[in-house]
């Protein structure tokens, strides 16, 4: 007699059929083959996750589809979109299907399989004949599907973007002979195709923000160049103006004089030498005036970078006020109060060239208002300020220009750091436009604003080094008035 199975464990016989291992076999395998496929289908999805930040969207739509076929054992595989704002669903990526066939399908969201499944929110399952299946006869006889006798079996499924909507479906097929999709199949595509969805959405997403960057940078460009046409306009009406008038005095004075000297037989009067002197004295200061507007012209439009030294700014200040004192009283400015709140060295890292530029720009242009507005009088005064401060936790020494004039209008006060915008009769308008480009190139920060008493105030900062702490100072701040009454003002320090 034969012996049955026993059990070492136990010691009890068992009796094992042979039908009923062989249904344990096949259980175990198909189990095993369903758990690799779920290794599959997460590693697909992980995949897609990884790809997304580097990956173009035509690609990862591709490669949806690839891992998709793939996966599921399916033959083809076919990704419709959704058109933005639209009801149209067109094929993105494939696989298996002819080029041709891809790129001529097209349907309404609504109609047919995929169109039906994009209206419903639905995966769907679909063995042999698609028109029992409910949802897509959804209460007809579904008269635009066709069975296909070539396709054992299909799933569809919505790609579903990260808000809810649908942008688009995915599609599986197996062709005959093959074993059918089951409703677990159904279950993990559904997943997978939610997943992928929420891939798209995001990739379109990142696809139409760098659409709108690319638009908004072209639209930069056009109003670029649509500012620099305007300033190429208002640069060329400024450069006419302030050419003519020179070239006007130049021609008249050559004019005068070419009558006047007409007669070479007749001798030359002293009066005649001393008009001559007069007229070749305006020709020289109109040239000297067009070399001087060239120059400006050409450091707006290649400005040097700064060449930067560690400078005692007291220095500069000190010494643009020496240099320009004769020009300021011919101007009729009749008094500088010159104001150092320190008693160490201001040390700034400068061009001070540059530096001193601005500090000369800004003084001309407070003699040049106070004139205008009042003409030359006893009570024409410019303050300069110099002093340590804090702009945003950092140390800085602030330069303060302060004149007692009208002021600036108040609409124009906007305007005044704009190149080619001027008030005067003479005048490119780049004086302020430099100074603000200067001071930017140096770090610092320039401001304007009209004094409640009366005149305008300019102060610009730069960045301080080795700030030591000042000791308290008297209320006064070590002032030095200059009174311009012909007589050079003392320089040096004002402690």
């Known amino acids: 007699m034969t012996d049955k199975p026993f059990s070492r464990r136990t010691g009890i016989k068992t009796v094992a059929s042979a039908s009923g291992g062989a249904r344990s076999t096949g259980s175990l395998v198909r189990s095993k083959v369903e758990h690799e496929r779920r290794e599959r289908q997460i590693s697909a999805l992980y995949e897609l996750w990884r790809a997304l930040p580097q990956t173009e969207s035509s690609r990862l739509l591709q490669m949806v589809a690839e891992r998709a076929t793939v996966t599921m054992d399916a033959h083809t595989c076919s990704l419709l979109l959704r058109e933005r704002g639209g009801d149209t669903l067109r094929v993105a ?18 109609e047919r399989i995929a169109g039906r499944v994009a209206a419903s ?34 799933l569809c499924a919505p790609l579903v973007a990260m808000d809810g909507g649908i942008v688009g479906v995915l599609c599986l097929s197996r062709h005959a002979p093959a074993l059918p999709f089951t409703e677990g199949d159904l279950r ?16 379109r997403t990142v696809d139409d923000l760098t659409r709108a960057g690319a638009e908004t940078a072209k639209m930069e460009r056009e109003v670029e160049r649509t500012a ?211 001071i930017l190139a140096h770090n610092g920060v320039v401001h ?11 102060r610009f900062t730069l960045p301080a080094l080795d700030v030591p702490r000042e000791p308290r100072l008297p209320s006064a701040m070590f002032p030095t008035a200059t009174v311009l009454s012909g007589v050079a003002p003392t320089n040096g320090y004002h402690t």
């Open 93 to 110: 990526a494939q696989v298996g299907l002819p080029a041709d066939v891809a790129e001529s399908v097209t349907m309404l969201v609504g």
């Open 121 to 154: 929110g639905q995966a769907i399952l679909v063995n042999k004949d698609p028109r029992q299946h409910p949802v897509l006869r959804d209460g007809g006889s579904a008269p635009d599907i066709t069975p296909r006798p070539d396709v054992e079996s299909a």
């Open 188 to 203: 993990m595509f559904s997943l997978f195709a939610a997943q992928a969805g929420a891939v798209i959405s995001q990739t």
């Open 228 to 438: 620099g046409l305007v300033a190429l306009g208002q640069l060329a009406a400024s450069i006419s103006h302030e050419l003519r008038n020179p070239l006007s005095s130049i021609k008249g004075a050559a004019q005068f004089l070419l009558a006047e000297f007409d007669d070479e037989e007749t001798p030359v009067t002293s009066e005649q030498i001393a008009t001559l002197r007069d007229f070749l004295g305006i020709v020289v200061e109109e040239v000297n005036g067009l070399g001087a507007l060239t120059t400006d012209l050409l450091e707006f439009a290649r400005p040097t970078p700064p060449e930067r030294m560690r400078r005692d700014l007291r220095e500069v200040v000190q010494h643009e006020i020496g240099f320009l004192t004769p020009e300021l009283e011919r101007l009729g400015v009749s008094r500088i109060d010159e104001v150092i709140a320190l008693t160490n060295p201001a040390w700034v890292e400068v061009d001070s060239a540059q530096i001193g530029g601005v500090l000369r720009n800004l003084l001309l242009n407070a003699a040049q208002a106070m004139t205008t507005a009042s003409g030359v009088s006893s009570n024409n005064t410019i303050t300069v300020t110099l002093q340590r401060s804090t702009e945003n936790g950092q140390p800085v020494y602030a330069i303060v220009v302060e004149d007692n004039g009208p002021g600036v209008p108040a609409p124009l006060l906007p305007h005044l750091w704009e190149s080619f915008f001027t008030t005067k009769a003479r005048g490119t308008g780049l004086g302020l436009a430099q100074v603000k480009r200067t």
């Open 448 to 458: 304007v604003e009209n004094i409640r008493t009366g005149g305008a105030r300019f």
